[in-house]
């Protein structure tokens, strides 16, 4: 699985294109930036909004650790 964080992906991007993300996953950008740093976790919904909005770049499933852990453990693939 070659995702992002979503530390590094908004390193990557300008403000303008942060707050574009913000926007599309009707949160701010200072919340995406607690997420991102480890400070907060999205929900389920939060973490779906971002992986839909950067078009996979940042998985859904790489803010919950131990199911991504399972996942490649026993190879499985969640789409």
Known sequence: MDNRTLA???KGRSA???AELAKACDTSIAYLKQISCGTRRPSEALAEAIHLATKGEVA????FPRLLR???NHGVIIT
Do not use: D, K, N, P
Not at 60 to 63: H, K, M, N, T, V
């Open 16 to 18: 303008g294109e942060q």
């Open 8 to 10: 590094a992906w908004m």
């Open 60 to 63: 859904a499933i790489s803010f």
């Open 70 to 72: 399972l996942t490649l």
